[in-house]
């Protein structure tokens, strides 16, 4: 496989913005289905409710506790195994001066370190006096593709990179309507996101006339993440999920 260039333009463990270089509008959209779809994350499959004296119904709470997403440490699971989470939490007592007790992710406590919440903070229920929730649970590690809520990345798309020319200076009555742009341009090699002059070129370049082109081959990715991989983790897992599946049908093909 040849070597492409990859070019931060903002990085984050959560959210990244990265240019690659040398690769096919497919390709580039290939990647994109492979970080939704192929990358396996650990969520919640099975609930057993203990005790529900709660206001929620016991398919609601399993809903809830489905959308927590949790951490999913590279290569020490197979799709298809099984870890084991527990709740249990009660409202207040009647000593305490606070109504009601809230139920957060952080609470969830999980039989084993490398799969926890990805986000403590995440409230699931709030709880008065004399109501309690205590509920086991088996989070399965499955692929996106099964069911949205194994979806690691939850905003993942891409854009052509685009080069602005300035063709000239604009008319004595020419008019002054906004020329918006989203994405990043290239200027000079530098790479320059169009929020850092509000999308509009006229900021950018006032009284210019500009043409606006798409790099070939060119594509900037925006991705975020759930919090159960980071996004470096997301993108390559993607990679090596559309190489093994290159290399099944190369061998396919060639039996």
Request: hydrophobic share 35%; net charge negative; proline share 4%.
């Amino acid at each position: 496989m040849q070597d492409y260039e990859v070019e931060f333009v903002e990085r984050g463990d959560r959210d990244a913005r990265f240019l690659v270089r040398g690769i096919t509008p497919a390709f580039a959209n290939g990647i994109r289905r492979a970080m939704i779809a192929d990358v396996p994350t650990f969520s919640i499959d099975q609930l057993r409710v203990v005790e529900n004296s709660s206001v929620m119904f016991d398919e609601q709470i399993g809903l809830r506790l489905g959308l927590v997403p949790l951490t999913t440490p590279a290569g020490e699971f197979e799709v298809g195994d099984e870890v084991t989470l527990a709740l249990d939490v009660e409202g207040p007592s009647r000593e305490e001066t606070t109504e009601t007790v809230t139920a957060y992710s952080g609470d969830i406590v999980s039989s084993d370190e490398m799969v926890q919440p990805a986000d403590d903070n995440i409230p699931i229920i709030d709880l008065k006096d004399g109501q309690r929730l205590e509920v086991e649970a088996d989070a399965v590690l499955d692929r996106g593709r099964e069911h949205a809520k194994h979806q690691g990345g939850v905003a993942v798309g891409y854009r052509h990179l685009q080069r602005v020319n300035v063709v000239g200076e604009k008319g004595e009555f020419a008019d002054d309507d906004p020329h918006i742009l989203r994405g990043v341009i290239e200027e000079d090699g530098e790479l320059i996101p169009t929020d850092e002059f509000d999308n509009d070129l006229t900021n950018r370049y006032p009284g210019k006339e500009v043409e606006v082109e798409d790099v070939p081959n060119a594509f900037v990715f925006s991705v975020e993440t759930d919090g159960s991989l980071t996004v470096e983790e997301l993108v390559t897992r993607a990679i090596d999920s559309l190489r093994d599946r290159a290399d099944e049908l190369r061998e396919s093909v060639q039996l």
